[in-house]
């Protein structure tokens, strides 16, 4: 395929050789000469000096025969012309990274169809969504990619006394829009059915909408939910991004942050959340915060060094689970030897990100658990005979439950009633030994 990438920055380099290492035709544009010779000779990409927003330019390098063009800029406003540009220029999809939520979030307008970009992207959002996986519960991370962060799936202990125990699933009063998608009983992984029930004291994963997961848990809360201490480092894009998805009463967040500008201004956006002006490098001061009694631990400023140095000494100081934010992949293996658990780069999820919307496989396994027995798949709809009937009438293996159906941009809570479309794409959890006829059934 035929790739156009703007900003040969740290980000726009990284998915640039990725991309082109996975064998694409990749055009880079920046406006920094010395910048494009490097990527000319360290890259397998053809790079030119100019400005991606300027539409001669962009024709002379024949932008309407392009696949995708990506705009990755450091700037949201010249990514979200660029990609526009390109788009009305005839680019055969077009994606801006767009980090400031005013224009990922707008309530009133959708700067993205305003604009007629595909879609915005964002390497701290997307590794926010990775942490928050991470802390809440496996296989979020496969379903929230998939719905943009629209999709939640959380773990809750069934108390004693819910109204939800001992009644068939197809009766309970779940919210609109949240099913339940697993449960996990004395080690067991059960993949619910409609007359299955839950008992005290089962591991139940909600899947839903974000808006109706909280109303959700309410009704099978019990007093193991006891609350879990998240201490974040650093006050930037990815924590804004990451504590939207610990909005539940489980989760006591404190952030500590250097600035004391930025400290009130999220203390005025988090009221619930502890914000504390603090260097979270300093031993002293995570002492006095009392950091070892902290669950989770996650440092995401835009230092690599201070991420990794705030996070040995949390280790140090004895927090339960430590996790990094790092900016230069080559980290990696080096941080594995210090005994952090965790490190999330934001440039491998972006790239990580665009080769999964470049890959046309219909069939894509997106998490296995169980030791293998289970896995969460994706799949495209090719098969006509899988379109003309609700799919209460598609005849599938047991343990099979359809989690989420993307049409375009639209995430569909799937009914009974629900008829699917052509190119729909569809997320199941189901037992691995289930994979073929589900891939029979629904790709053909």
């Known amino acids: 395929m035929r790739i156009m990438i703007a900003g040969a920055g740290e980000i726009g380099w990284y ?25 000319n000779n360290s890259l397998d990409v053809q790079a030119v000096v100019g400005s991606a927003a300027s539409a001669t330019l962009l024709e002379q390098l024949s932008v309407g025969s392009v696949d995708m063009f990506l705009a990755l800029s450091g700037s949201d406003e010249v990514n979200i012309v660029c990609a526009s540009l390109a788009r009305k220029l005839g680019a055969r999809r077009s994606l801006a990274r767009v980090d400031e939520v005013v224009y990922r979030k707008s309530q009133n307008l959708s700067y993205s169809e305003h604009f007629g970009i595909d879609d915005f992207i ?3 959002t997307l590794a926010a969504l990775e942490l928050a996986a991470v802390i809440r519960s496996p296989g979020a991370l496969a379903v929230e990619h998939l719905a943009n962060g629209k999709i939640e799936m959380q773990r809750v202990y069934a108390g004693r006394g819910s109204k939800f125990l001992d009644t068939p699933l197809k009766d309970l009063d779940l919210p609109e829009g949240v099913k339940i998608a697993c449960i996990r009983r004395n ?43 998240v201490v974040i480092v650093g006050g930037g894009h990815t924590t804004m991004s990451l504590v939207r998805r610990l909005r539940s009463s489980m989760y006591k967040v404190t952030i500590i942050e250097k600035d004391p ?17 603090g260097d979270g490098t300093n031993l002293s001061f995570l002492k006095e915060e009392r950091i070892e009694n902290a669950d989770i631990f996650v440092s995401t400023t835009d230092s690599d060094e ?21 900016h230069r992949p080559d980290y990696g293996d080096l941080i594995e030897k210090m005994g952090i658990n965790r490190a999330v780069s934001p440039r491998v999820q972006m790239a990580r990100e665009i080769l999964t919307m470049l890959d046309k496989a219909p069939v894509r396994t997106m998490s296995v658990f169980d030791q293998g027995k289970a896995e969460i798949l994706q799949l495209r709809v090719c098969n006509r005979k899988a379109t003309n009937q609700t799919l209460r009438q ?13 049409r375009d941009k639209e995430i569909i809570m799937p009914q009974a009633d629900t008829v699917l479309e052509l190119n729909d794409e569809v997320i199941f959890i189901n037992r691995t030994a289930n994979h073929g006829d589900l891939v029979k059934t629904f790709v053909g």
Not at 18 to 37: E, F, L, Y
Not at 271 to 276: A, F, R
Not at 394 to 406: A, C, F, V, W
Request: hydrophobic fraction near 40%; proline fraction near 4%; charged fraction near 20%.
């Open 15 to 39: 998915v640039a050789d990725q991309v082109a290492t996975a064998g694409h035709d990749v055009t880079m544009i920046d406006p920094s000469k010395d910048r494009i010779r490097q990527v």
């Open 261 to 277: 500008d930025r400290c009130r201004q999220l203390a005025a956006q988090l009221p619930n959340m502890t914000i504390l002006n």
């Open 122 to 124: 964002s390497p701290e």
């Open 306 to 326: 201070t991420n990794i140095m705030s996070a040995m000494q949390a280790r140090h100081l004895g927090a339960s689970q430590v996790l990094v934010v790092i």
């Open 187 to 229: 080690g067991e992984v059960i993949i619910p059915a409609a007359n299955d029930q839950i008992h005290t004291d089962d591991n139940i994963t909600l899947i839903g909408k974000t808006e109706q997961i909280v109303a959700a848990r309410s009704g099978l809360e019990s007093k193991k939910n006891t609350s879990v201490k």
């Open 394 to 406: 598609i005849s599938m293996p047991g343990e099979t439950l359809i989690l989420t159906i993307q």
